[in-house]
C-alpha cells in the first residue's frame, strides 16, 4: 500500500540523516496535560524542544493524530479528518533551517520524485533567512515563493500578537500544485488562495523565539525543528487522487459501507467517508485504552460512533455495522500496528455494545419525545422546548434534526436560540474544566522535575 511505502521511506530517510526513529505515541499523551489527545508529532517531544536532555537531538516519527476541531468538516473537504498519521522530524537545538529545508526539499524531489514544477512553497513575510535558502539555495523562481502572514506562517498561529508564551517562531510550507485545470483558473492563483488548486503537503516550523508576558520575542539560544506531513495526504498527491478518502487505505472500508447503503443521497459520498474516518478514530482511541463513556475523552469516541451511527441511518443502515468493519481497518493498518488484529475483537465488541445502545435510544426516540414534549402542545414554551432539546442531544446524543422533526410534526413552538444558549454554556463548562487551556509550553505539567516512574506491580499490590 501507498502508505506504508510512503511511511517507511520517511523514517528510513531520515535514519540516514542520523535521525532516531521513535514510535508513536499513545493518542492519550504519556505525559502532556495540556491536550485531550495527541494532535501532532511534536507533542510527545515538549522536554526535548525544552532543553532535557533524551540522549538524541534528532528525531522522526509517524505519530498517530486525533483531532476534533474540524468534526463537522470530515468527508465534506478533501483532506480532514479526525484519526491521521503525521511523519514529522525534529531538531531539539541541533540542525535549523538551512538542513530542514534542503532534506524536505530532497525527499520530496529525490527520494519520491516529485517534479519541483509541481511544488510551491510559502515562507513567513519577515523570515527573509528561509526565503533566502529557498531561493538561492534551492532554486526555487521568486514568483513560487509566497510569503503569508502571521496566522498561516507562524505558530502557534498568531502567537505573536495573541500568545500563548513560550517557544513559538515563523514556519514554512511547501505545497503541491495539481495544476490549472483544478480550482479558480484566475492567473494570479497562488498557495494562498483557496480554490484547492494547491495543498499543503508540508510544514516546517522554525522554533527560535521565546515569547515573553510582554509580547516580546527573545531568540531562544536553543533552536529546534519541527515538521509536520499528514501521511494521508501525500498518499493521495501520490496516487494522483484530489481526496484522500481516495486512497487505497480507504477502499475496502468505502465499498463495504457502499454494498449495504439502501438509502439513495446526493451527499452519499460525505457520509461514507465521514463513517471511514470515524471508524479509524474509534478503533484507535479503543486501541489505546479509551472506551465511550459521557465525559473527557469518553465522550468524544461515543461522538465520533454516534455521528457515524447517524449517516449510516440517514444512508438506510440500521443494523450495528461498524464493528463489523473493525477487521478491515486492522488489515489496513497492519503494518504499522500488526498486534491491531489480537485487539481486534475486543475493539469490535465495545463498538458493537455502544453501537446497540444508540440504535435502540434511537428507537425509543418516539416515546422519548412524546414523554418530554407533550405538556407543550398545549401549553407553548420555546424557551423550555429549546432547552429540553439540549438536554436530550447532550444526555441522549439525540440529534436536534431529529428533535425537530418530531416538533414540527405535533405544531410544538421551539427556541433555537435556548438551545444554542445551553450547548454555548455547555461548551464553556466544559472548556473551563478541561486541561486544554493555558501555555502551549506549559513546562509544570510535564512533570519534568518527577524522579522516573517505577513499576513495583511485581511485589506490591497498591503503592
Ligand atoms: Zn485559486
Not at 160 to 188: A, H, L, M, Q, W
Not at 280 to 297: H, K, M, Q, T, W
Not at 342 to 353: S, W
Request: with cysteine; hydrophobic share 40%; proline share 4%.
Amino acid at each position: 500500500m501507498q502508505v506504508d511505502f510512503l511511511r517507511e521511506k520517511f523514517l528510513k530517510f531520515f535514519q540516514s540523516k542520523k535521525h532516531k526513529i521513535v514510535e508513536s505515541d499513545s493518542l492519550v499523551p504519556k505525559d502532556d496535560p495540556t491536550v485531550l489527545f495527541t494532535p501532532a508529532g511534536m507533542n510527545q517531544f515538549k522536554k526535548e524542544f525544552l532543553g532535557f536532555d533524551s540522549g538524541f537531538k534528532r528525531a522522526a516519527t509517524s505519530q498517530r493524530c486525533l483531532r476534533t476541531d474540524d468534526l463537522d468538516k470530515v468527508g465534506k473537504t478533501s483532506s480532514h479528518h479526525t484519526f491521521f498519521e503525521m511523519l514529522g522530524n525534529f531538531s531539539f537545538g541541533d540542525y535549523f533551517k538551512e538542513e530542514a529545508i534542503a532534506w524536505a526539499w530532497e525527499f520530496l524531489t529525490k527520494e519520491l520524485k516529485i517534479s519541483r514544477d509541481r511544488l510551491w512553497v510559502s515562507v513567513y513575510k519577515d523570515d527573509f533567512e528561509a526565503y533566502g535558502i529557498w531561493k538561492d539555495k534551492i532554486g526555487i523562481p521568486v514568483k513560487k515563493i509566497v510569503k503569508l502572514g502571521d496566522k498561516d506562517n507562524f505558530w502557534p498561529a498568531e502567537a505573536k500578537t495573541k500568545g500563548p508564551n513560550g517557544p513559538c517562531g515563523p514556519c514554512s510550507e511547501i505545497f503541491y500544485d495539481f495544476g490549472v485545470d483544478i480550482g479558480c483558473g484566475k492567473p494570479d492563483c497562488s498557495p494562498a488562495c483557496s480554490c484547492g488548486r494547491f495543498v499543503e503537503i508540508w510544514n516546517l516550523v522554525f522554533t527560535q523565539f521565546n515569547r515573553k508576558d510582554d509580547g516580546t520575542l527573545e531568540s531562544l539560544p536553543n533552536k529546534n525543528i519541527d515538521t509536520g506531513m499528514g501521511l494521508e495526504r501525500l498518499a493521495s498527491v501520490m496516487e494522483g487522487k484530489q481526496s484522500n478518502f481516495e486512497i487505497d487505505l480507504f477502499a475496502p472500508i468505502v465499498k463495504e459501507i457502499k454494498k449495504r447503503i439502501t438509502v439513495k443521497i446526493a451527499s452519499e459520498k460525505e457520509f461514507v467517508y465521514a463513517i471511514a474516518d470515524h471508524l479509524r478514530a474509534a478503533v484507535f482511541c479503543i486501541y489505546d485504552g479509551v472506551l465511550p463513556s459521557n465525559e473527557g475523552r469518553g465522550y468524544v469516541v461515543r461522538k465520533i460512533i454516534r455521528k457515524s451511527l447517524l449517516h449510516l441511518k440517514t444512508l438506510g443502515i440500521n443494523e450495528p455495522l461498524m464493528n463489523k468493519l473493525v477487521p478491515l481497518v486492522a488489515q489496513v493498518m497492519r503494518v504499522p500496528y500488526p498486534d491491531l488484529k489480537d485487539k481486534q475483537e475486543d475493539i469490535a465488541l465495545v463498538i458493537l455494545n455502544e453501537e446497540k445502545n444508540f440504535i435502540n435510544v434511537l428507537g425509543s426516540s418516539e416515546e422519548l419525545f412524546k414523554s418530554k414534549f407533550d405538556a407543550f402542545i398545549e401549553k407553548p414554551d420555546s424557551e423550555t422546548v429549546g432547552n429540553v432539546a439540549f438536554m436530550l442531544h447532550d444526555t441522549y446524543g439525540i440529534p436536534l434534526e431529529l428533535t425537530c422533526q418530531w416538533l414540527d410534526k405535533h405544531k410544538v413552538c421551539f427556541s433555537r436560540k435556548a438551545f444554542e444558549q445551553a450547548m454555548e454554556e455547555q461548551r464553556l463548562r466544559s472548556k473551563s474544566g478541561s486541561a486544554m487551556k493555558g501555555d502551549v509550553f506549559d513546562a509544570k505539567g510535564l512533570g519534568l522535575k518527577l524522579d522516573a516512574t517505577k513499576f513495583t506491580g511485581y511485589k506490591e499490590n497498591s503503592t
